[in-house]
């Protein structure tokens, strides 16, 4: 049910049995909230961008360079071979990703530009921008948001610079040993220790600049297919422990045939939703992607470390509505996720699979969910919803080949 090809900024991709991109997810193409004047997702963007750029200096000059204007096109190889993501990893589904085709896809995150950052060469550097992911849909999902990478190299002389005696010191093993849960094979243990402390107080310091002196943070151990040892970083806030932003010492393999053979480094990767919503009390991240000036008004400051806490009009009342369908042998929630988001665009709140039942003589999956629509701006009419919701039956027994019940 996808056109012959998908033309985006002149470039035509033409589709196959990966395509899986709905006009409503190609249109925030271009958007860059992250890059638009006094909206709440270029504040943060900013904010961190400024501790990098005040905090980090060589003779004057900031270390970091930014890259916030990177195409969210890219090929499978950048988004997760050229990050040794393991060919059976999850995150490569078509059910969680948005793909052009076999070859091309919408990132899934702003990592997927750091092995050709660091093949040009850069050692010290931030990567932000909108990223796609097929998800839930709920208050805190939605399948656009953006994201902050951060990058930072160093030879054996930086990393060393600070030991007064750096004689026998480097950063890697002598003969090969084995991968621990502290480290990779080739990395010499001084060398690791030495970058896990210049990655956690340097995230410690960022967390504290935006969340305050006063917040409480916590490390946990973590996975990433790109980094070794990984962990996440979590900061309390309203007595819930909430993860901010994955990181680790990235693999050597990814530095060595990015012709950075000689260095070491870290990297993270952090959403700029989850921080923006806690940091201006934005209850639903629909509110981003309004126009309406009662929400982005709250944001015109010129400062952006102003201390800003959104104020909600009242909310408008929900509507429900149910659907049942029996699923055909290759269905995937996200692909009904997708389509409520197609026909209901941002009237719909929330989706929640509610009931499943399976039939024992018919042998059939029957899956009921309950669609809650709420518009941010006025009062919804059943009327209206009704019609919507119609329109969301018929696509869905058209589209995805399920039967009403
Ligand atoms: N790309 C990871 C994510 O989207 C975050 C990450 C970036 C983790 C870099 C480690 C290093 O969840």
Redesign the pocket.
Known sequence: HFRESIVLKGTSYPSDSWTNIPPSILQKVGRDLHNRKHHPISLIKLRIKNFFYNNFLRRGSPIFSVYDNLSPVVTLKQNFDNLLVPVDHPSRAQSDSYYFNRSHMLR????AH?KDLIMSGLNSFLIMGDVYRRDTVDASHYPVFH?V?GVRLFTQEELFTSVRDPIGLSLFEKTVGERLQDKQEVHSLEAVKLVEHDLKSTLERLAHHLFGKESEIQWVDAY?P??HP?WELEIKYQDKWLEV????IIEQEILRSGGAANQIGW???LGLERLAMKLYNIPDIRLFWSENPDFLSQFQVDDPETLITYKATSKYPQCICDISFWIPDNYKENDFYDLVRTVGGDLVEKVDLVDKFFHPTHRRQSHCYRVIYRHMEKTLTQAAVNVIHNNLRQEAAKELGVELR
């Open positions: 899934a995150h702003t990592t750091q994201q990478d990433f790109f980094t990984s932003l994955g990181c680790g990297a993270f990767g």
